[in-house]
């Protein structure tokens, strides 16, 4: 028998929802695949990824052994070689305008494979647009939101394990958003990262190292203290720009992102610094308006955010009239 294909998913709420949507479409074409979760650290030996393995990549970085790829990240491509061996195909698509990874899963599955889309992955779809983009009305939906898509998001931040996501993609498979929003793990681990929240919002001010010229520079390395990804722009809402220090499981990550209700329309919105390729130039990535990068101490980390927030601010001076 052929060996199973494991489907790679980035682990968040746009990345779970693109592994279940392939997942179900797998299945219409025959395939039984399996799914697991990574991470940025996991490119240290890119080229040989999964050697000898059957795997296919979703909202993450392209590989040429992926037997189906998709993804809309601009910074997918980490060298101009993995990029020159990019076409799209019946099992490859890249759509750096598409806002998160699963509406170009659903419409290649539709032109390309003619399927049908069950009217629950179009809405899970459309929440991976709001999560992964920031298209939320404001910050306080941001902060606050209730809806089912929002809370599980916003589980993902207090998991029990590493793994834990591969539970929410088998649940998302095969149901609603609504009906794994009302798991009792979900549901804890929602009540816990609520309280995180709003411990978060507390503990964010004392963190600013800075605001000169609308960015937001803080250092929140401490594992004491909780991390909220729109707390800079709840405390300083006429900020641009925010950039900080933060702990992950593997080290220390700075985060960069812009400020999109502020920002939205205007002219520095559409032409100012594209965050992804900034960080991009410190070994990470993203998109226009969001990104980061593993560093490899707290030193460099910190090394790393500093530069990142001189490079915003110089660019927001050049822009002046």
Request: glycine content about 6%; some cysteine.
């Amino acid at each position: 028998m052929p060996a199973t294909l494991t489907i790679h998913y980035h682990r968040d709420f746009d990345g779970m929802v693109s592994a279940a949507i392939l997942a179900h479409f797998l299945r219409a074409r025959g395939e039984d695949p399996g799914w697991a979760g990574l991470n940025y650290d996991q490119r240290a030996d890119w080229e040989n990824f999964q050697a000898g393995q059957r795997f296919a990549i979703v909202d993450f970085h392209f590989h040429p052994r992926a037997e189906y790829w998709f993804d809309h990240h601009p910074t997918t491509f980490l060298t101009p070689e993995l990029r020159a061996r990019y076409a799209p195909s019946e099992r490859w698509h890249w759509d750096e305008g598409s806002p998160s990874c699963p509406p170009i899963i659903l419409r290649h599955a539709e032109v390309h494979w003619g399927e049908v889309v069950p009217e629950r992955f179009r809405e899970m779809a459309r929440w991976s647009d709001i999560v992964d983009a920031a298209q939320f009305v404001d910050v306080e939906q941001a902060l606050f939101g209730d809806d089912p898509a929002l809370r599980i998001s916003r589980a993902l931040a207090a998991a029990p394990a590493p793994d834990w996501s591969d539970s929410l993609v088998r649940d998302m498979v095969a149901g609603t958003l609504d009906e794994l929003a009302r798991r009792p793990d979900v549901e804890r681990s929602w009540q816990r990262a609520a309280r995180n929240r709003d411990l978060a919002l507390r503990q964010f001010p004392p963190t600013v190292l800075s605001t000169d010229e609308g960015v937001v520079l803080y250092d929140a390395s401490s594992n004491k203290i909780r991390r909220e990804r729109f707390a800079a722009f709840f405390h300083h809402a006429s900020a641009l720009y925010a950039v900080g220090v933060i702990p992950t499981r593997s080290g220390f990550h700075v985060t960069a992102g812009r400020n999109p209700w502020l920002a939205s329309g205007s002219e520095e919105a559409r032409d100012g610094a594209h965050i992804g390729t900034v960080m991009e130039a410190h070994g990470g990535g993203g998109h226009r308006s969001v990104g980061g990068a593993n560093a490899r101490s707290l030193e460099d980390a910190r090394r790393i955010a500093r530069e990142v927030a001189a490079h915003l601010r110089a660019q927001r001076i050049a822009r002046r009239p």
